[in-house]
Nanobody
Framework: QLQVAESGGGLVQPGESLVLSCTGSGFSLDSFSVGWFRQAPGKEREGLFCITQNGGSVENVDAANGRFTISRDSTKNAVYLRMNNLRIEDTAIYYC?????????????????WGQGTQVTVSS
């Protein structure tokens, strides 16, 4: 069974940075496109960034606004989401998920295996 797990969330102040990790268990993330999503209280889950098997990516420009980057580390079977200049409105639970096709997407319904999420809280 494909399982992914997110880590790296926490409480930070506005303007600070975080790096979230998505790790795979029992399979290689290199075989999948991986997406990062978030869900704030009372809002729908939204796609932020996706990276393909060969490193191509798709960004939700409205949400990330050039502050986020995505990367892979095959040696650690991980995909990272680096978030800079965090804002209060970035507060949400952040999820990663896999897409078993050679393309990227920001649509929640395109993705299969989801992690439990990691909480990011931005507060002064």
């Amino acid at each position: 069974q494909l399982q992914v797990a997110e880590s790296g969330g926490g409480l930070v102040q506005p303007g600070e940075s975080l790096v979230l990790s998505c790790t795979g268990s029992g399979f290689s993330l290199d075989s999948f496109s991986v997406g990062w999503f978030r869900q704030a209280p009372g809002k729908e889950r939204e796609g932020l960034f996706c990276i393909t098997q060969n490193g191509g990516s798709v960004e939700n420009v409205d949400a990330a606004n050039g502050r986020f980057t995505i990367s892979r580390d095959s040696t650690k079977n991980a995909v990272y989401l680096r978030m800079n200049n965090l804002r209060i409105e970035d507060t949400a639970i952040y999820y990663c998920a896999t897409l078993g096709e050679r393309r990227c997407s920001l649509r929640v319904t395109d993705f299969g295996s989801w992690g439990q999420g990691t909480q990011v809280t931005v507060s002064s």
